[in-house]
C-alpha cells in the first residue's frame, strides 16, 4: 500500500522545519542575539498557527478535534503579532511571552488527547506527552529566565523545539484524526 502525504500534513511538516529551525536560529544565536530572533521566531509561530486555521477551515467538518486546533491556530497566530510588530521587546520579556504560549498550547493538547481517548485513537499518548511537556516548560519558562538570563536563549529554543513535536505528531495522528461524526 502506497502511503502519500497530504496537503494537510505537508503544511505541518513546514510549520514544524519553521520551529525547529528558528530555534537552531535561537541556540546559535545565544542569550546576547535573543532579541534578533524575535522576527523568525514571529514568522514560524505565525506560519503555525495559519496552518492550523487553514487546516480548520478545510476539514473541520470531518476533523477530530477541530476547535482546539483553531483555538491553538488563533492564538499562536495573533500571539505571533507581539513578536513581529512590537519593537519595544526587551530579551527577558522573550521567554517569558513564549512560556505563556507554550502553557496556553499545552492545555489545548491536553483537552485535545482527552477528546482523542473518548475516540480511542490510537497514537494519543504521543500527542498528550507533548501537552504536558508544553506545560512543564511553560511554567519552567515563566521561573527560570528571570533569573539565569545567561541561558534565555536555551528555554526559547527548548519552548520551539516542543512546539515543533506537537505539529509532527499532528501529521503522524492526522490520517486517525479524519472521521467523520456520524460515528
Known amino acids: 500500500m502506497e502511503r502519500t502525504i497530504t496537503r494537510t500534513q505537508a503544511g505541518w511538516l513546514i510549520a514544524a522545519v519553521l520551529l525547529c529551525s528558528s530555534a537552531g536560529y535561537t541556540l546559535i544565536g545565544g542569550s546576547e542575539g535573543l532579541l534578533s530572533v524575535t522576527f523568525p521566531v514571529g514568522v514560524s509561530m505565525l506560519f503555525a498557527g495559519l496552518i492550523n486555521m487553514w487546516v480548520y477551515h478545510i476539514n473541520h467538518h470531518k476533523l477530530h478535534g477541530s476547535h482546539w486546533l483553531f483555538a491553538d491556530g488563533m492564538s499562536t497566530a ?20 513564549l512560556g505563556v504560549w507554550e502553557l496556553l498550547s499545552g492545555v489545548l493538547k491536553f483537552m485535545d488527547a482527552t477528546d482523542m481517548r473518548e475516540d ?36 526559547v529554543a527548548t519552548i520551539l523545539l516542543i512546539q515543533s513535536a506537537g505539529v509532527v ?7 486517525q484524526l479524519c472521521i467523520t461524526h456520524d460515528r
Open 78 to 97: 495573533l500571539l505571533s503579532v507581539f513578536l513581529l510588530f512590537n519593537h519595544s521587546v526587551s530579551a527577558p520579556v522573550i521567554p517569558f511571552f
Open 169 to 175: 505528531c499532528k501529521i503522524f495522528l492526522y490520517p
Open 120 to 155: 480511542h485513537i490510537h497514537g494519543r499518548l504521543s500527542f498528550f506527552a507533548v501537552g504536558m511537556l508544553e506545560l512543564i516548560s511553560g511554567v519552567a519558562s515563566l521561573l527560570k529566565p528571570i533569573e539565569d538570563n545567561q541561558h534565555m536563549h536555551v528555554t
